[in-house]
């Protein structure tokens, strides 16, 4: 690779640890700074000196995915937008996949992966390609056929009282209601941002505030909630 690599790895295993510094070192990036930490946030980030031509990574090995974890990433990619990461767990909710990706996170992979899988997946974060582990697409596939039982639950707001989109339309502040158009448009947390000027941190915090004012569970069924309460026209 063309450029410097400053690795940062959050790796409880020590074998797992030894076994993954090893790989970088021989597989990928002989002259990587490697530095270990124990927890996010990092001790010494705001410490270094940014420099382009510096590729800024984190390995984030965590077993079971949480609230907390979400939101000490969000804190970091709010520090650094290039700054790469990539995920190893076990156990995510596929909602968390999605988010993860819009805030800027480069890849979510299985602790099982092979080593020869880990290094092609580690080289496409690097070089500013995402990746997700087969297992978890499997999981994308298998919950999109699951929400199609919900249609008939989506066919009952359709058929509801007006004077609910009347309510709707009041508990929305300014603010949130153009957050939701640029997501009816298709922007992510990253673009929201950026048009915006506001931090990833507030347009997420934003994001979750609409969701549960309107009363429903994803991006998906909160577009349809605003195209159906005329707060987005297509």
């Not at 092609?120 to 039982?149: A, C, P, Q």
Request: glycine share 4%; with cysteine; charged share 25%.
């Amino acid at each position: 690779m063309s450029g410097k690599l400053h690795v940062y790895t959050i790796i409880n295993n020590p074998i797992f640890l030894e076994g993954i510094e090893n790989l970088i070192k021989t597989k990928i990036a002989p002259s990587a700074i490697i530095n270990h930490q124990d927890s996010l946030p990092l001790s010494n980030y705001t410490e270094l000196k940014k420099n382009d031509k510096t590729t800024e990574l984190l390995i984030y090995d965590v077993t079971k995915f949480s609230n907390k974890d979400f939101n000490q990433i969000l804190q970091l990619m709010s520090l650094n937008a290039h700054f790469k990461v990539l995920i190893i767990t076990s156990n995510i909710n596929i909602s968390d996949v999605k988010l993860l990706f819009e805030i800027g996170v480069m890849g979510i992979i299985n602790n099982n992966v092979q080593p020869d899988q880990f290094v092609e997946n580690l080289t496409k974060v690097i070089n500013g390609k995402k990746v997700l582990s087969r297992e978890y697409w499997d999981l994308i596939v298998d919950y999109f056929f699951h929400s199609v039982e919900n249609l008939s639950l989506i066919n009952e707001k359709k058929t509801s009282d007006n004077n609910n989109d009347v309510l709707l339309l009041a508990e929305l502040t300014s603010r949130e209601k153009e957050i939701l158009g640029y997501i009816c448009d298709g922007k992510s947390t990253r673009e929201i941002s950026e048009d915006l000027f506001l931090s990833l941190h507030t347009v997420e915090t934003h994001r979750r505030k609409i969701l549960h004012k309107m009363g429903v569970k994803n991006t998906a069924a909160m577009v349809k909630m605003a195209i159906k309460c005329n707060l987005y026209a297509l």
